[in-house]
């Protein structure tokens, strides 16, 4: 199984300011046919399915605000949210869906300062 | 507008199997590509991964669970079964049913859940 470790556990950020989030893969998620990174990041609000914020490790889910953004290759990733806004309080998971089992990370919880 | 909706028990006791359907519309899982998977959240814990079920019958299933686990799809009732064997109390936790779209199995729209209890 490829396990997907994510940091940090938490993070406290002031509304405006960046937040960033890593996951590392324990093997490449990079598909050498497509050159595609097998890697996506969800959010997740209190009592709600998460939310599908980006796959292929940098496209932005349609809907989505343009302040959140992902990068990374291989088998390093990294969310980020440029200016914190008050709704974007949630658990922030990444998954990486190169092979089954599609293994999610443990979780960011992201809250306020 | 894709929707999907969960529904079985939600309370089995330890050794019983347990039985969920996802009903979904918006999409068809005769479409090429398209896929339906199966997430459960114990709680206050992380996202599992349990089983994907693909438009032409492939089925995947995660190792530490294979043996309990069978997905189904019945695509002509717009539906997919898991069933899980065993029960334990370990299992309790909210299970997710969800869409995979076409091109890779990342999870574009989700039902609510359901939380199963297993207790005696």
């Known amino acids: 199984d490829i396990v997907v470790t994510q940091s940090p556990e938490s993070l406290a950020v002031s509304l405006g300011e960046r937040a960033a989030i890593t996951c590392k893969s324990s093997?490449?998620?990079?598909?050498?046919?497509?050159?595609?990174?097998?890697f996506a990041w969800y959010q997740q609000r209190p009592g709600q399915p998460p939310k599908l914020l980006i796959y292929w490790a940098s496209t932005r889910e349609s809907g989505v605000p343009d302040r959140f953004s992902g990068s990374g290759s291989e088998t390093d990733f990294t969310l980020t949210i440029s200016s914190l806004q008050a709704e974007d309080v949630a658990v922030y998971y990444c998954q990486q869906y190169y092979s089954t089992p599609h293994t999610f990370g443990q979780g960011t919880k992201l809250e306020i300062k | 507008q894709i929707t999907l909706k969960e529904s079985g028990p939600t309370l089995v006791k330890p050794t019983q199997t347990l039985t969920l359907t996802c009903t979904f519309s918006g999409f068809s899982l005769n479409t090429s590509g398209v896929g339906v998977g199966w997430i459960r959240q114990p709680p206050g814990k992380a996202l599992e991964w349990l089983a994907l079920v693909y438009w032409d019958d492939d089925k995947r299933y995660s190792p530490s669970l294979k043996n309990r686990l069978t997905i189904t799809k019945d695509t002509s009732k717009d539906r997919v079964v898991l069933t899980m064997t065993n029960m334990d109390p370990v299992d309790t936790a909210t299970y997710y049913c969800?869409?995979?779209?076409?091109?890779?199995?990342?999870?574009?729209?989700w039902g609510q859940g359901i939380l199963v209890t297993v207790s005696s």
């Open positions: 969800a869409h995979r779209r076409s091109g890779g199995s990342y999870y574009v729209s």
């Open positions: 093997q490449s998620v990079l598909y050498s046919s497509d050159n595609k990174n097998y």
